[in-house]
Nanobody, 117 residues
Framework: QVQLVESGGGLVQPGGSLRLSCAAS????????MAWYRQAPGKQRELVAG???????NYADSVKGRFTISGDNVKNTVYLQMNSLKPEDTAVYYC???????????WGQGTQVTVSS
């Protein structure tokens, strides 16, 4: 059973930066999408950023210009560079890797990001 292991979360002051990493414990074939989601207390999980196997990216409006997603289909890793962090970015962040065939969604266990002075 392949697992996704996240790292890089923590406490940071407003305006600071963090880099989240996510690596698969084994090989995932036929990846077509890699993404980061987040869930704040009392809110639904939301898509933060995603990248297709072809390199196309999409971002939530709230993070455009501040966050950058990158992924490596061969190494089965995905990163999220977060700059100019705001208190409203505080949440548990989850990585997601989506396999095309068969259709399987892999999820990480979540890493806490807290933005506070």
């Amino acid at each position: 059973q392949v697992q996704l292991v996240e790292s890089g979360g923590g406490l940071v002051q407003p305006g600071g930066s963090l880099r989240l990493s996510c690596a698969a414990s084994g090989t995932i074939f036929s990846i077509y999408y890699m993404a980061w989601y987040r869930q704040a207390p009392g809110k639904q999980r939301e898509l933060v950023a995603g990248v297709t196997s072809g390199g196309s990216t999409n971002y939530a409006d709230s993070v455009k210009g501040r966050f950058t997603i990158s992924g490596d289909n061969v190494k089965n890793t995905v990163y999220l560079q977060m700059n100019s962090l705001k208190p409203e970015d505080t949440a548990v962040y989850y990585c997601n890797i989506r396999r095309a065939s068969p259709r399987i969604d892999y999820w990480g266990q979540g890493t806490q990001v807290t933005v506070s002075s």
